[in-house]
């Protein structure tokens, strides 16, 4: 960390009245400046609480389009000009409703890796650690479209007891989690406790022999239980950004990722360097169309609504 440029991040927040915001994926150099670490929601609720005037977002471009939406009258920037997401890239808008039309009575749920545009066209918004209660919350004959990540759509139509038509999405670097790696490192690390977050591949095709070992979690559900486990060894099945954070609150434990070259490029893209230089600049603005926004804020105020 240049010692520089962490003086002048920190000079322009006060002279600003920014807040800088990091997701668990993010470098750890870009998660040391934060003020606030946490998963896309959590740091959406975040930007809606501070009273900053402006909100860094170290994410990539959904996120900071949800923080857009829950706090319209502060300034969203993003450090990356359009640092992508494979999952919420794999539908459109246009492309949902299209779905939607074969479906005509269906409920949608999205999840929040979604776009703005996908969000303004769903019933329902959810996260990875509240999808079950969502799908258990609506109502037993309707038909549920889930959308965009089809990994955790079957995972939490399975725990939720539901039939779902999903999206055939999927977050590039979870789907390359598979059965097939998860088998290889789980016999390297017998003795290891696995948390596995429900984006990846192998959280729907679970071998049956690592069951007793194995526990399906958001991120923030991973850093939860690593505080309560008694165990000390554990194999962490998401991107290995989250290793930062485990490590920062888990000092005397060791967490080995599945792969720790498996990262998301949109989050790494981020450095210590474009977070100083978009305070400096004020870019790049994230604005969303109000007539947009009120339309995604729906579908995410009935998420919160189930989930206080």
Known sequence: MNPQIQDEIEQLKKEKGAILLAHYYTRPEVQQLADF?????????????????????????????????????KKVLLPEGNPGCSLADSLTAEALRKWKKNFPE????????????VKAESDYCCTSGNAVNVLKAIAAEKTILFCPDAQLGAWAANAAGRKV?????????????????????ASRYPDYEILIHPEALCAVELPEALKNRTYIYST????????????????????PGILYELQKQNPGKIFIAIDPFLVCEGMKSITPEKLLDSLKTETFIIKIDETLAERAL???????AINR
């Open 220 to 239: 923030s559900g991973m850093i939860q239980h690593t505080k309560k486990s008694r165990s000390s060894n554990f194999l962490i099945v998401t991107e």
């Open 37 to 73: 670490t946490g998963d896309s929601l959590e740091l959406s609720r975040k930007a809606k609480e501070t009273k900053a005037r402006i909100i860094l977002f170290a994410g990539v471009k959904f996120m900071a389009e949800t923080a857009a939406i829950l706090s319209p009258e």
């Open 298 to 304: 729906r579908p995410i105020s009935r998420m919160i």
């Open 165 to 185: 038509e999903l999206w055939q999405g999927g977050c590039h670097v979870h789907v390359a989690m598979n059965k097939n790696l998860l088998s290889t490192m």
């Open 106 to 117: 269906a409920v949608v749920v999205s999840y929040i890796n979604s776009t703005a545009a």
